[in-house]
C-alpha cells in the first residue's frame, strides 16, 4: 500500500491527522477551548502502545511467540508498585523521622528508586551515539534467486526490519544536521537468521583496514584536550590525519559534497560499502555491493540551512522521521545488488573490489533491485528499541558471505566486542529487538543479564543426556553456508595490495561527475572545514592532497583561505565522470514535502483552503504560518511568525501581506547577508522570505502576498511564482519542488 496514496484517498482526515502530528507538542486541538486535563484518580491499566508503535513482540530466546505485546512486560495493572511488585501508597516522600526528620535508611522504596535512576544512562555508542530507529517491512521483488540462497530475497517474501540512521562523530545528544556520514543500519528479521546490513549513507570509507579505525576515529572525534568541536570533522586533528593519510581523500570529498548534510533520512542512499559474497543454491558465487535507493531520491540541504537547523531543530531529521511515519507518509526504499563475476583476482573493470575506498560506477556494473523497505512503525521506547538495538556485520543468512576485504574483517571481530560494553554482557542478543524471529539453540549459558532460563543439562555436544540436542543442520536443513574460497599460500605479512595505493583517481572521479552547483557546495565545505583548522601547515597539506585531485577544485579552495594553490605531485587520473553520482537532473517525488503559507487575520481563507486541499493532494504537509498561535478563521495555525523559521519548509507560499505587530519583538538576525528591509510588513515574514529565496527554496504569492515579495526584493527572480490564483500558484511551485531547489538561483545566494 503506497503510504502516500493513504492521504489522498482521504484528504480531509489525512489533512487533520498531520495537522495534529505537527502540533502534537501543543495540548489539546490548537486554537480550540479544550479545558485542561485533570490528573485521572481511578485506577486503570497502562496506555496501550500507539498504533504507529511497533515494539517487537514479546518472544522468548528461542524465538516462539509468547503472545503478550512488548508494553505489557514492561508495565502491569492500575497500581504503583516496587520493582518487586509490592503496592505502594506514596512516591512523593521519604521516610522520615518526623516531618523535619532525617531521612531513614531503611527507605527501601527511596534507594530502590534512586539506585535505578543513578544508572539509567548506559554508556554511548564510541561512534553512531546519534541516531533514530524505526521498524518496518522489506519485501523481494525477486530475481536475486539466481545469485544468492537467501530466502529473504525469494520473490513475494516479507520480512520484518528495524532500521537505525546515525550520524557518526557527534555524541547522543548532537544536533542531526551536522556536516558527517551517516550511518543506515539495517537488521533484516529473516527466518534464516537475522541479516544486518550495516550500511553508510556513503559508498566508501577513510580507511582500507580495520587496524586504522582507531586512529580515524580518534582524530575526527573532539580534541581530547579541549572536547571541541562537537559532531563535526572541522578541526585540526581530522584534517591532520587525512591530509597524512591519503586513502581517506575520497571519502573526505564525499563528506564535503552535498551528502554531508542530507535533507532527511528518507533522501539518503545507503551502501553497504564493502563487497560482499553470494552463494545461490548450486553453490555458486558472484561477488557483490548492496545499495539502499531512496523512492523520493537524494537530496541535501545548503549548508546555511543545516547550520541555522543545528540551533533551532538539532532534533530536526529524528523529527521528520516520526512525524511521516505517524502521519502515514512512509519511507521508502528500494534495495539493490551490484553484481560482479568471482574471479580469483577479485577486480571488476580494474578496480579492486576488496578496497573499500573504491566505487564501482553504476554506468559500469548497473544497480539491480531486489526489493523494496517500508518503515511504517516507530519505536514504542526509543532507549528499549533504538538505543539498545545492536547490529553486526557477521550476521549473515545463509547465501550472504563476506569477503577479505581487510577492514570488513576487523569489523567482524569489533561489533560484539563493543557490544560487551556497551550492553553490559554477552546476552544481548535476548533484549527485545534484537531477538532473532528464527529458533535460537546455541548452547551459550548464563553470563550477566541472562533472561533465559534454559532447561536440559547438556548445552554441550555431542550428548546423550539431552536426546542430542541441538543437532547440526545440513544443506537440508537449510545451514549456514561457509563458501570454501581458496585462500593463497603466501607470507604472514603487514601490507596492504598494490592497488590500494591509488588514493586519488576516484576522489577526482566524483569531483568531474558532480555538476557546477554542487562543484560550488564542494568549494565552500572545504573552505569551510579547513579554515576553521588552526594550523597553517595542516591547510597547505590538504591542498595538495586538493591539487592530485583537481587543480580547478584546489585553486578555488587556496583563494578562499588565502593561500597559493600548489601543484600536483602526480599525473592527474584520466577519469570517465559517472552521472549517476549527481544528485541535479532528475524530478523526483514530493511526498512529504512541507509548505508554509503566511497568513494574516485578513487572509481570503477560501483560496487558503483551496491551497491546503491541494498541497494535501499532492502529498505534500501545507503548515499554516500566522501571527499568531490558535486559530485563523476556523484553520488552525502550526506556525506563529514566533515559532516557524523558514528552515523546516521545502517551498514557502505567501497569500498575505501581515502588518508588524505594534509590540512585535524585533526580526531575530539572519546569520548570513543584511537584516531584512523595515516595512509595513512584518519583519519575521520578510526573513523567512529572504531564507527561502537565500536557500533556493520555491517561492510563490498571490493577492498582497506578492507585494511582500517585492519588498524583499526577490519579485520575478528564478523560482518565484506569482499570479492570481492561489491554486495555480501552487501548481508552480510543486513543479519546482520535484526539482528540490530552484537551482539556477543558488550560485547567486550563499547556499
Ligand atoms: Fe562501524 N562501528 N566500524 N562502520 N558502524 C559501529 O558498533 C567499526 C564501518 C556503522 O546504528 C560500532 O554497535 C570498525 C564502516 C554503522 O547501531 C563499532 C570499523 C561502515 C554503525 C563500529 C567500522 C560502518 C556503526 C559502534 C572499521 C559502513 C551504527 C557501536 C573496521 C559500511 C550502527 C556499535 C547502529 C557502529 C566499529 C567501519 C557503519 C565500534 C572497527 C565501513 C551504521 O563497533
Redesign the pocket.
Known sequence: RNPAKVVKEAVESAAEKVTDTLTSEVPGKPGSAEPTVPEPTTPQDPPPPKPEQGSPQTRTPTGARTGAPAAADGQQGAYLTTAHGARLRDTDHSLKAGPRGPVLLQDHHLREKLTHFDHERIPE????AR?AGAHGVFTAYGGAEAVTRAGFLRKGRTTDVFV?F?TVLGSRGSADTVRDTR???TKFYTDEGTFDL???NMPV?F?QD?IK?PDIVHAAKPRPDREIPQAQAAHDTFWDFVSLHTEAQHHVIWNMSDRGVPRSYRTMEG????TFRLVNEAGETVLAKFHWKPKLGVHSLVWEEAQMLAGIDPDFHRRDLYDAIEAGAFPEWELGLQIFPDTPEETFAGIDLLD?TKIVPEELAPVQLVGSLTLNRTPTNFFAEAEQ???HVGHLPPGIDVTNDP?LQ??LF??VD??LT?LGGPNFAQIPVNRPHAAVNDMRRDGFHQHAVHAGVAPYRPNSLDGGNPFPAGDAENAFVDVPVRVAEAPKVRASPASFDDHFSQARLFWLSMSPVEREHIVRAYTFELGRCYHQAIRERQLQCLANIDPVLCAQVAAGLGLPAPEPTMPLADVTPSPALSQLGRQWPTDGRMVGIVVDPDVDLDTVRDVRRAIFAADMVPLLIAPHGGLIGDLPAQRSFATGRSVELDALLVAAAPAPAPDAPPAPDSQVGAPPAAGPVDPRVLLMVEECWRHAKAIGAWGSGVAVLEQAGVGGTPGVVTGDSGEDVFAGVHRLVADHRAWDRLSASVG
Open positions: 555508542r564510541v561512534v553512531h541516531g537505525r546515525s550511518g543506515f543500519a550495516v550500511a553508510n570509507f580507511i580495520a579505525f551502501f553497504g560499502v564493502h573499500p538495538v545492536a547490529f577492514l576487523g569489523r569489533s561489533y563493543t557490544q556497551r
